[in-house]
């Protein structure tokens, strides 16, 4: 009885002192990959290693609390950010350098994280918070990305209302679709991908992503929707689906929609022939955020002209 109870002693004190080592004010709570992790009391200094976390914080008005940023972020955001701020590349980054940093938190997506290990594994040792946001395949779950970056960096009202704004934008999208007749609803090929000699397929999304979600948020049909996921096609498989329209956000060609027009053997597709084959924004469209509403309206025009033509017309 009396090993019992000295052995109830120590567990009792070890517990004690673990318990000592947090903070009182420290809260555990998961990230988006599931992790447990524990928020800082204040967040005065953040490094985010995505561009669209980068894009909600300074939406939430904390761009002079970012001190460093992944290299994309640093490019696309450079005027919105202080001068100073330092850049890694999210795939390698400095871990040491970012230690030195000693931010309250950094936000990771899980582009750091495709070859298997965590690329912040040292940052992680460093008892620096690091949370874990992968790219969301659904307009929820954006949402739910926004709350959980307001929640971490204490501006949950700014989360709030991004997030309403969202919702709203989407509802109203929604209304306009609810008009369009079924027998009038356009299949929607969306090539994030040209095919080339060298790679003769088309980089596409499936259903269970979010733009298979805008696509059917608008009121069309996503031709490649029996397929899950971010998918490649082949063209001879993508000429077989006949789209009405083609929408495409590649960027690394001057003028995608000319080239996808001059495709060989293309010429008998409906959105060829028609002449129904779109450029919309790349960045608006690829990160999952609260803007891809932008690149879903942008969408909604080029595919129903008419039906959205005075959409967002009364608002501010």
Not at 171 to 176: A, C, Q, R, S
Not at 210 to 224: F, S
Not at 241 to 261: C, K, W
Request: hydrophobic share 40%; net charge negative.
């Amino acid at each position: 009885m009396k090993i019992k109870k000295l052995c109830s002693f120590l567990l009792a004190a070890v517990l004690c002192c673990s318990m000592a080592m947090v903070p009182a004010s420290a809260k555990s709570v998961k990230d988006r990959s599931g992790n447990t992790i524990v928020l800082p009391k204040e967040v005065n200094t953040i490094v985010s290693m995505a561009p669209s976390t980068t894009q909600v914080l300074i939406d939430m008005g904390l761009a002079d609390k970012i001190v460093a940023v992944d290299t994309n972020s640093k490019e696309d955001f450079a005027s919105q950010l202080n001068a100073d701020v330092q850049s890694f590349d999210m795939m390698n980054p400095d871990n040491e350098a970012i230690v030195a940093l000693d931010p309250d938190i950094v936000f990771t997506s899980g582009m750091s994280s495709t070859k298997g290990d965590d690329a912040f594994q040292a940052v992680r040792d460093a008892d620096i918070c690091v949370a874990d946001i992968p790219s969301s395949t659904s307009l929820k779950g954006i949402e739910k990305d926004i709350t959980f970056i307001g929640r971490c960096v204490k501006e949950k009202d700014e989360a709030e209302d991004i997030v309403d704004d969202m919702e709203d934008e989407i509802e109203d999208i929604k209304d306009v679709a609810k008009t369009i007749k079924k027998s009038d609803r356009k299949t929607v090929l969306f090539e994030l991908s040209l095919p080339s000699d060298d790679s003769p397929t088309i980089y596409t999304a499936g259903k269970k992503t979010y733009i298979d979600e805008m696509i059917t948020t608008i009121g069309a049909k996503n031709a490649t929707h029996s397929q899950k996921g971010w998918i490649s096609v082949s063209e001879e498989e993508a000429v077989a689906m006949d789209p009405d329209v083609i929408i495409t956000n590649v960027d690394y060609t001057d003028d995608p929609v000319s080239t996808i027009l001059a495709d060989d053997g293309w010429q008998d597709v409906e959105a060829i022939v028609k002449k129904q084959v779109y450029s919309i924004d790349t960045d608006t469209s690829s990160r999952p955020n609260q803007h891809v509403v932008d690149a879903m309206i942008e969408m909604a025009k080029d595919v129903y002209p008419e039906e959205y033509a005075n959409f967002g017309d009364d608002e501010d």
